[in-house]
């Protein structure tokens, strides 16, 4: 009896330590095979797992069986039988928990997805960081709801080339590599280089369209995660230096005729003072393929594995023309180390002319196969993948990619769109007041909402989601309805950034008030007696990415079709009235654009913007309008600059008899119908370094009556003349 008693017992108490390990084994295992894996479980095989698991979870259901046969023992024992009986009612307890467990689990496998990048993140988050804080998961849910039709994208890369030979890498199987020379296929670099910059662009997905396809440890590049993308990835040969560019200008020649309007260009020589030997080169080929949008990496000097200090951007070539063309994106490199996050890598270079950064530290991507550093415990020639792949070469690739979603959404974009939306849709990053980080710079462009204590904003950071949703894209979020404006501001008032307005009749700014227009404000005007009449202060803003617009309710190319008739109305010079700076008025329009106004009212002058008070006009550009663009009387005040005065029905600038003072300087008058200035005296208009439409100069009767640009009139001194446009075509 004493002997069927220890057996109850012995049985209770294999019941009882089921119930605590059956349950936590598979939890505790399963974290350590999907943290450790890599360092201890990659031998064995998923079968052998799933036998470990399986014999852990039969366990209880081996118990009941067990305790059927004691019961039955037993049946005449009621000692034993209440003890085995307990034992048996727990173990259904274990028993129901375990089947829990397994329905978990397999919610657990539905939450598979079908990018393998968010797959390897589940894996290891680190993995993915770089790519996860640019938010391109977000972006590709986004863009895979709202895109249904197949869309395509080719993307240049001139790099070392890629690992396509002897069987291609495991990432580019089944991915377009169109490569301008067989030996593209190979990457040149022994540790590789445009491997991994070709990966993070476009490394292919077999993830979609089968989630259970997809093997640790691959990733997918940016193009890839979006499912109806079909796009191209066309390899052209890195020039051996910066200071040998021979052949360049026949490699972007080569990348356009086969369709490609993105190219990356992650090299530069960069030794400062040295890589200025190919400035010249470069503006000549970003200057003659305008269609084409570079995306350049700022640079960093590193020789030895040494990290040579930073240095401004302006003395990197081609890093410098970031901020001297609107088709060259200059990306600059932040950091994802924990605690260190959208920091300046420290080794990458900064200034005026980085447009934006990308995270450049533990970039994970494909590396030439047996040449990366993971996953880390097997042989040398199945370590096919980097961690340690950083620097702006990296970051450049990951706007490269995100631009490329842009184009492939809305190819009508232009270089200068993408641009503008990557940097308008970037997030702020900031760095200590007073710091030395805090003027180094890493982009521009990007609005903060917020400013953290004690900090100030330093650059702008690449955000994948909110570049796909922005409004020239598939504007995810609907704009507001339009501001309405009209009548007189009876306080300072503020037309906050990027909002729409519509002005009904007249709306005026009274003596003692300001109104202030912040940047990306695109102001219309209902109708040919719509204005805006300023007695008082108008402080217009804009920035060179979000400027001001005046123009007609009719334009739909700027805030969208804001009079819902579709394409049935267009915009024409005379829409709407004026911008009337009063006597005791004054008005500061900086990166502004006038257009489609000057409607002749029987008691007001045929011009667009009509100043008899005080007028600072720089950035800006009146066109199109009807009959003058710029009228100035009443011995009003203007003083211009690096703006554009174009198109007019009839005059560019209109200064009619008084002791009016007006300055135009650095600024391109051009394509007027008759004259360009019209000065009337007696007081003597200061035209002096302007461009005037050809390299003749303007024509002027008797001092230069070979000119071919547009006519002045007398009492202008035009003269020293420009001979090429300083501020180029503004939008």
């Not at 020379?181 to 292919?204: C, F, M, R, W, Y």
């Not at 970003?286 to 040494?306: H, N, R």
């Not at 631009?403 to 940097?423: C, H, T």
Request: net charge neutral.
């Amino acid at each position: 009896m004493k002997e069927f008693f220890k057996i109850a017992k012995i049985y209770y108490t294999l019941v009882i330590l089921s119930l605590v390990i059956v349950p936590i084994f598979p939890v505790v295992f399963s974290y350590s095979v999907s943290h450790y894996r890599p360092a201890y479980f990659d031998h064995v095989s998923d079968f052998t797992l799933f036998i470990i698991i399986f014999v852990n979870d039969s366990i209880p259901f081996w118990l009941m069986l067990v305790g059927v046969f004691l019961l039955i023992k037993f049946r005449k024992q009621e000692e034993n039988k209440r003890l085995v009986k307990s034992a048996f009612y727990t173990n259904f307890i274990t028993i129901f928990i375990v089947i829990l467990l397994a329905s978990v689990l397999v919610s657990g496998q539905q939450l598979l997805f079908s990018q393998d990048s968010r797959n390897l993140e589940q894996r290891d988050p680190f993995l993915f960081k770089a790519f996860s804080q640019i938010k391109i998961g977000d972006a590709w849910d986004i863009i895979n709801s709202k895109i249904q039709d197949p869309v395509f994208v080719a993307v240049g890369i001139i790099d070392t080339g890629v690992d396509a030979s002897n069987g291609r890498h495991p990432e580019f199987q089944n991915v377009n590599l169109d490569a301008l020379s067989p030996e593209l296929l190979k990457d040149s670099k022994s540790g590789g280089h445009g491997t991994q910059v070709t990966g993070i662009i476009g490394a292919n997905n077999i993830s979609f369209p089968d989630v259970n396809n997809y093997t640790f440890p691959q990733l997918n590049g940016i193009l890839s995660g979006v499912h109806k993308l079909n796009y191209n990835l066309k390899l052209g040969k890195k020039p051996l230096s910066g200071l040998t560019l021979f052949g360049l200008g026949s490699t972007v020649d080569g990348l356009l005729k086969r369709g490609v309007k993105i190219i990356n260009m992650s090299f530069a020589n960069p030794i400062p003072g040295f890589s200025r030997f190919g400035n010249s080169t470069y503006r000549k080929i970003f200057s003659k393929k305008s269609e084409i949008l570079f995306v350049i990496p700022a640079g960093q000097l590193t020789a030895f594995d040494f990290d040579f200090p930073a240095v401004d951007a302006e003395f990197i070539s081609p890093a410098n023309l970031g901020d001297d063309f609107d088709n060259v994106v200059t990306v600059g490199a932040t950091d994802i180390t924990p605690g260190l996050e959208d920091q300046r890598v420290s080794s990458t270079n900064f200034g005026s002319a980085v447009n934006i950064s990308a995270p450049g530290v533990a970039v994970y991507s494909p590396a030439p196969r047996g040449k990366g550093d993971f996953p880390a415990d097997v042989e040398q020639k199945d370590k096919n993948y980097t961690q340690e792949f950083g620097g702006t070469s990296a970051s450049a690739p990951m706007v490269t990619g995100v631009a490329g979603l842009i184009k492939a959404i809305k190819p009508e974009l232009r270089p200068e769109d993408i641009k503008r939306i990557l940097q308008e849709s970037a997030d702020s990053i900031f760095a200590p007041i007073g710091s030395a980080e805090a003027g180094k710079l890493l982009g521009s462009g990007c609005m903060a909402t917020s400013t953290p204590s004690g900090q100030v904003q330093r650059g702008c950071r690449l955000n994948a989601e909110k570049a796909v949703c922005h409004p020239l894209v598939l504007n995810c979020v609907p704009p507001p309805p339009p501001c309405i404006l009209s009548g007189t501001i009876s306080s300072d008032t503020t037309i906050p950034s990027q909002r729409i307005c519509v002005v009904q009749g007249t709306f005026s700014v009274s003596s003692g008030r300001t109104l202030t227009i912040e940047p990306g404000v695109v102001m219309k005007f209902e109708s040919a007696s719509s204005g805006l009449f300023v007695d008082g202060i108008l402080n217009a803003q804009g920035s060179t990415s979000s400027p001001i617009i005046f123009t007609s309710l009719k334009d739909d190319t700027v805030g969208g079709d804001t009079n819902n008739d579709g394409s049935t109305s267009s915009p024409q010079a005379g829409d709407w009235q004026q911008i009337f700076v009063g006597p005791f008025g004054s008005a500061t329009l900086s990166h502004a654009r006038v257009r489609f106004g000057g409607h002749f009212q029987s008691l007001s002058p045929q011009a667009s913007l009509l100043v008899q008070g005080i007028l600072n006009l720089s950035n800006s550009r009146l066109t199109k309008n009807q009959g003058v663009n710029l009228m100035v009387e009443s011995d009003g005040t203007a003083n211009i600059t690096n703006s554009e005065i174009d198109n007019s029905t009839n005059i560019g600038i209109l200064i009619l008899p008084s002791l009016s003072q007006v300055g135009i300087n650095q600024s391109s008058i051009h394509d007027n119908i008759s004259f360009g200035v019209l000065s009337s005296g007696p007081a003597i208009t200061t035209a002096i370094n302007n461009w005037w439409g050809s390299v003749t100069g303007p024509l002027h009767p008797t001092l230069n009556p070979g000119g071919l640009g547009n006519q002045v009139s007398n009492f202008v001194d035009f003269i020293p003349f420009l001979t090429s446009d300083p501020v180029g075509i503004l939008p």
